[in-house]
């Protein structure tokens, strides 16, 4: 007799939880915020960066300024640039704009920058053809300052209990504050 009323309640425990799933206002599905202080202290500590560009000139492009573009679902980065060397004939300052998207490494948990656009890279005090030369190497800047600059890196203990559920992270969402990774059930 208790046999059979245990196993009629798990029963009806489980197709509860089954109906509730199906539910539009079910819970959802595990979530990982990064906020947006979060993700400036981190890319701060890989700046500032030194380029030198054949023998013209050198390029050092300071720590950028991220803000954050939900309708876009991507994040700007907006870095001071100092130019110097003999092609420049003094150090001009300046302002080096891109944005990018974000992807999950699984290898180390990271979240890292890609797909990066090349806004603009400008000059105050500089002569026409001297500013369209700088702004031929700004897409190369770009992907050497910023291409696959980490974010954000997860500990182990950010992902055990999704991972204790078969999950892992998967589609990154960029908000107002800050990011929100969901996560996804893992392959077999």
Known sequence: MHRRFFLTAVACLALAGVAQAALPDAQPQPRYTVSAEQLQQAVAQRFPKRYPVAGLFDLAVQAPRLRLLPEQNRVSAEM??????PALGRSQTGTFDVDFALRYEASDRTVRAYQLRFKHLQFAGLQPAVSELLNAYGPALAEQSLQEV????????DLALADGMGLQPGSITVTDKGLVIGFVVKPL
């Open 80 to 85: 001071a640039v100092e130019a110097t060397g």
């Open 150 to 157: 980490v974010l954000h890196q997860l500990r182990p203990q």
